[in-house]
């Protein structure tokens, strides 16, 4: 199981840290993709972290405002978003695939099997 947490409301310029606790897997293993989905727009890949790697990749639009990062004894994932902007207003997803994704794959929903319950993230003056 994962479940995302750590989303609320901010102002723009704040940062959070999203978590993605896992359970009933050997996180070690599994690379995992954080998503987003805004009302009325498509789900999209916003960044992932390889298994052992530890290969990190970002979409264009959170390059250089989000880290990613993965504590395997605690089991958890993270995500720095720092700089946060209205258009990161969102339901985050955190999701894992047993294994590494090239990065063709590591932003597209397809290769992951197992996916959390979304954090709600809104970012508003």
């Known amino acids: 199981q994962l479940q995302a947490s750590g989303g609320g409301l901010v102002q723009p310029g704040d940062s959070l840290r999203l978590s993605c606790a896992t359970s009933g897997f050997t996180l070690e293993y599994y690379s995992i993709g954080w998503f987003r989905q805004a009302p009325g727009k498509e789900r999209e890949g916003v960044s992932y972290?390889?298994?052992?790697?530890?290969?990190?990749y970002y979409a264009d639009s959170v390059k250089g405002r989000f880290t990613v990062s993965r504590d395997d004894a605690k089991n958890t994932v993270y995500l720095q978003m720092n700089s946060l902007k209205p258009e990161d207003t969102a339901v985050y997803y955190c999701?894992?695939?047993?294994?590494?994704?090239?990065?063709?794959?590591?932003?597209?929903?397809?290769?992951?099997?197992?996916w959390g319950q979304g954090t709600q993230v809104t970012v508003s003056s």
């Open positions: 999701a894992a695939d047993l294994g590494p994704l090239d990065s063709d794959d590591a932003l597209q929903q397809h290769p992951y099997d197992y």
């Open positions: 972290i390889s298994d052992t790697s530890g290969t990190t």
